[in-house]
C-alpha cells in the first residue's frame, strides 16, 4: 500500500466541506422518509455518489433495497452487490458500498479514487460471477486496509487533522466516514 502522506490529507480537507454537508443531510434523512419514494433524498443521493444514468428499474431496486435495510447493521456488501446484480442486473460494486455505506456509516466506500489511492486492483471481467468475486475481494482488500490504518496510528493523525478542520462535525460523523471522505479528495 502507498503511504499517504499528511500533505496530501491536509490538501483534501478543504476539498471536503461541501459533500460533508450534502452527507450528513442524507444521514439525517434516511430514517425520516422514505427512501423508495422520496425523490428529493433520491436527486441528492445521486448527486452525493454520483449515481448517474441507471435505468428506472436500477434506481427502483437501489432504493427499495435501501428502504426494506435501512436499519440492518449487519447487512453486508456482498449481499447488497448480489442483489443489486440479481434485480438490476449489472455488477455495481461502487453503488453496492455507497448504499452500504448510507445504512451503515462505519462500512467504508469502494471507489475508483479509493481503489487509486490505496493501490488496490479491482478487475473487471466480462464474467457477471468473475467480476462480483473480484469485486468482494476488492471490498475485503479496502476493510483491511482500514483495520490496519487505524492499528497504524495514522489514522488517529488524519482524525485529528478532520477534527481540527471541521469541529462541528466531530461528533457527528464516524472516523470511517472521516477517512472515505479524506480519500476521495486525495487526486494526483
Not at 122 to 151: G, L, T, V
Not at 160 to 188: A, C, G, M, N, S
Amino acid at each position: 500500500m502507498p503511504k499517504i502522506a499528511i500533505s496530501q490529507v491536509k490538501a483534501a480537507l478543504p476539498k471536503i466541506e461541501k459533500g460533508l454537508k450534502k452527507y450528513l443531510s442524507l444521514r439525517d434523512r434516511i430514517h425520516e422518509v422514505n427512501v423508495s419514494e422520496d425523490w428529493q433524498f433520491q436527486k441528492d443521493c445521486n448527486g452525493f455518489f454520483r449515481i448517474r444514468q441507471k435505468s428506472e428499474t436500477f434506481y427502483a431496486e437501489y432504493y427499495g433495497f435501501m428502504e426494506k435495510y435501512k436499519h440492518d447493521e449487519t447487512l453486508t456488501f456482498e449481499a447488497v452487490l448480489n442483489h443489486l446484480h440479481k434485480k438490476a442486473g449489472s455488477v455495481e460494486a461502487s453503488f453496492a458500498s455507497k448504499l452500504l455505506s448510507m445504512i451503515d456509516p462505519d462500512m467504508p466506500v469502494l471507489d475508483k479514487q479509493v481503489l487509486e489511492n490505496l493501490s488496490i486492483k479491482c478487475a473487471k471481467p466480462a464474467d457477471s460471477k468473475k467480476r462480483i468475486e473480484c469485486s468482494i475481494a476488492a471490498y475485503e482488500e479496502i476493510c483491511e486496509w482500514y483495520k490496519n490504518h487505524f492499528k497504524s496510528g495514522e489514522a488517529k493523525k488524519w482524525i485529528k487533522l478532520f477534527d481540527e478542520h471541521y469541529p462541528e462535525y466531530k461528533r457527528k460523523i464516524t472516523d470511517v466516514k472521516k477517512i472515505d471522505l479524506i480519500l476521495w479528495q486525495i487526486r494526483d
